[in-house]
């Protein structure tokens, strides 16, 4: 059964860092893309950032990019969202999903990712 799960959300204060974790089970993360996605209060959920499959490239949304980072670590069959100088404006559930698509490009769609987790929570504030 694909499965994958979230965690390292938590409280943190404006300027910290947090890496949050996603653990896939009944796949190989080295095989399927890999998103990570964010509903804040209130508004829609947006994509955050991407890895590929193939190559292992990622792709990032504008409002992230210079402060998150996405790795792989196949040993531990997990991909990490590793976030720098945090605003109050990151607060959100993130989520992350797979995509079964072997592809050197990864999607910032959530309509093209199969399988979701059920979200860990960031809150962002003083």
């Known amino acids: 059964q694909v499965q994958v799960v979230e965690s390292g959300g938590g409280l943190v204060q404006p300027g910290s860092s947090l890496t949050l974790s996603c653990v896939a089970s009944g796949f190989n993360v080295d095989d399927y893309a890999i998103g990570w996605f964010r509903q804040a209060p209130g508004k829609e959920r947006e994509a955050v950032l991407c890895?590929?499959?193939?190559?292992?490239?990622?792709s990032y949304a504008d409002s992230v990019k210079g402060r998150f980072t996405v790795s792989r670590d196949s040993a531990k069959n997990t991909v990490n969202l590793e976030m720098v100088g945090l605003k109050p404006e990151d607060t959100a559930v993130y989520y992350c999903a797979a995509e079964n698509y072997w592809f050197p490009v990864c999607d910032l769609i959530e309509d093209e990712y199969d399988y979701w987790g059920q979200g860990t929570r960031v809150t962002v504030s003083s």
């Open positions: 890895i590929s499959s193939q190559g292992g490239n990622p």
